[in-house]
């Protein structure tokens, strides 16, 4: 009898305070599993001396690769080749240095939160900033958003980026879009989805013409809307298979382009 109550109350508690994400999984079509070697490496070059690395932004234009940290640094690489490259420059614009990317009028923007402390990035959040390419200049132009993560831009000029409040009990959050106008003027954000739960990593898929995302807690997908901000439909791709997988940032496959 004391073991069906203890039941009935975690199944009223979950019910109750949003935490079926812990418990739920999905089934996907199909799962390639596979285990990588050192020696099948070759060829490959790794780079040290970026602590707590966070994102990634490979310039499309040069050999040139810019890593953010969550201790606040952006790294920036180059070289003659992309597998010859090292640390050219480095500069502490925060406590976190999170999502990294290009608009289409060329500017890279990072999500930055100010301390380098949980409570801060969870409760007050962070800002997209302007980042000049040498790192010399460094520009505020939003405000802050609280735990502000991911940021993409697609290829009409709208920038997203996620925010939510990453409370694992209460998972709340949504993604956020803006234009950038001819005067290179952010205008202020407005919201593009709510309910994605715990936002997080986003990318933008070009030859889809989509924007992942990932919900730390539970799945993958992709968002569609006619417009920006209006009817837009959430699609998940992949939904987490067990209770240990959790979602972070994104890449593209390099042949096929998938998110």
């Given at each position: 009898m004391?073991?069906?109550r203890?039941?009935?109350v975690?199944?009223i ?20 599993e ?17 602590p ?10 040069s050999n ?14 180059d ?11 480095s ?34 959040g962070?800002?997209i900033?302007?980042i ?10 939003t405000p802050?958003?609280?735990?502000m993560n ?33 005067n ?76």
């Open positions: 004391k073991r069906k203890l039941l009935l975690l199944l508690l979950l019910s109750n305070t949003s935490c079926w994400h812990f418990i739920s999984t999905g089934k996907v079509k199909a799962v390639q596979f285990q990588l070697k050192m020696e099948d490496l070759e060829g490959a070059r790794f780079y040290e001396g970026m707590a690395c966070e994102n990634i932004y490979l310039d499309k234009t040139r690769v810019y890593v953010t940290s969550l201790e606040g640094n952006i790294f920036l690489l070289g003659p080749s992309g597998l010859d490259l090292s640390i050219i420059k500069a502490q614009v925060g406590g976190h240095a999170l999502g990294i990317d290009q608009a289409s009028n060329g500017q890279l923007y990072v999500a930055i939160s100010k301390e380098q402390t949980e409570k801060y990035w969870i409760e007050t962070g800002f900033a302007r000049s390419s040498d790192l010399n200049r460094v520009e505020a132009v802050e958003y609280p735990a991911g940021l993409a831009f697609d290829d009409d000029g709208y920038g997203y980026f996620a925010t939510s409040n990453f409370s694992f009990i209460f998972p709340s959050g949504r993604i956020m879009y803006f234009l950038i106008d001819h290179g003027e952010l205008l202020k954000p407005q919201p593009y989805t709510e309910d994605i739960g715990l936002a997080n990593g986003l990318i933008y898929n070009s030859s889809q013409k989509r924007l992942y995302y990932s919900n730390t807690l539970e799945n993958i997908g992709f968002i569609t809307s006619q417009q920006n901000g209006a009817d837009a439909s959430i699609n998940v791709v992949y939904q987490k298979t067990k209770m240990k997988e959790a979602f972070d940032d994104l890449c593209l496959d390099s042949k096929k382009g998938y998110g």
